[in-house]
């Protein structure tokens, strides 16, 4: 079979595209490496890479699966929110009229921030409100309806995953471009005994989430029966704090500084706890990985 | 005062700019024309019009509040997804900008279409879970979780209504651009003796609001004291049928032919009854016209 990764040379792509290509799979990359970066994936006879804007790319090949991971991180998008739509809107529709030109299945990656600040005691569900805090949240969010509107008038299948919070090795961290996800930038910083700044209290918690499990609820939902723009949280239902984060690779790495606190990010998340279970029902998902587990398996990868 | 109106040279923008150049304000208008004529609006040493785009016009004189009206229409959406995305979307954050800058209020003229087929007894209202049946509708949602973001982060002053379906002079009949309101077109065929078509079996139902009410309703908005971005729906709380519609007209007007039936439309609302209740209690907006009075009114105003 042939599929396509939109944004397959970043982050969780690659993962993505490399466990495709050992299920014997043929694979398109499309990127335009705004944040991926082609030496992630691997040459092989299989993997075709074409750089280009997910926006506008055109696919003449017949492909059996569309994979679209492709977009503007959420920490551009108070910045800049005309790009955000530019590309996480507009992109969700080309990907969208692909699907529907090849008859095909989609997957979309959403994020579980269109719930907001989580309050709860319990893990909230894919029927929590929503309560989107920042354009990139509010974006994903009118992805999903789209799916739902194009499933809905002209049949087109689909299934979708809203990610919790994902990290694991080859995460990009580029502070210049303001882009510093949480465990990625801790161990680099660690390794490179600098300074760690930590916004807020660090209280604030994360549903932490192992790259390799995202990969696995992502194929997961492509090879399950679910056609009808379903919305699936994968996640490991587990809170950690930024601070438990700083403390797990202190004791692990040996490093020796303590954190400098600054003012909260706007539009930041206080808690993240996330129930898979709908996942696990529907698709099979279970994770694999404690977040303790997934970071002694990054640090020894950075190594 | 000085007020912008996006959309003023259209359909429910011109009556607004009259109804705000009566009160004594001035006006700018800033309209592409795409969908608005300038001859909708009388001159006035008030009133400023700046044929430009939503999207990327810029605006130097301090204004005292934004009506945020400019939309591309609900009836092109499903064949121009990306052009809905790039005026609706960005169009949002560009007027959401500017009030930001001007440190001012925005009405943002939403759409009931997000709530979607509406099976219940009883008229909904703005909890009504959002199931938005066009790319159009969830556009106009996504600007609404916008208008909050930016409320909650930089504190930007909003309020917002959720039109039902608004009819009256002066709105545009273009069957060419698939351009056809319900009360217009069929006033406009029967003026001209043309065969009327109708989608489906003509029972689905509009909550038809009277376009000096659906004024009323954001002029109420702008100058109540509710500034954090709430919703309130603007309508007649009154179910009319495409058949009703037909025949109040055909009375009216003497119309001989019977109406031929054709496939109703994709994504088309099967019904649509609202409840004003909201807007009463925080804008004290109450309809000033039942759809057969507003019909009449429009009748008088095309001889």
Known sequence: MKYLVSGGAGFVGSYLVEELLNQGHKVIVVDDLSNGNESNLKPSPNLEIKIANVVNVKIDDKIDGVFHLATVPRSFSLDDPINDIEINCKGMINMLELSRKNNCKIVFTSNSGIAGSMDLEVPIDENYPDRPSTPYDADKLVCEHYAKIYHNVYGTKCAMVRFATIYGYKQVVNEKLNWKPLVATFLKQMKNNEQIYINGDGNQTRDLTYVKDAVQGVIKAMFSEVIDSQIAIISTQTETSVNQVFKILKE?????????????????????????????????YEPKYTPEEGISEMIQLFE
């Open 252 to 284: 692990k790495i040996g490093y020796d500084k303590e954190p400098i606190y600054t003012d909260a990010l706007k539009g930041d998340l206080k808690s993240m706890k996330l129930s898979y279970k709908k996942a696990t029902e529907i698709y099979g």
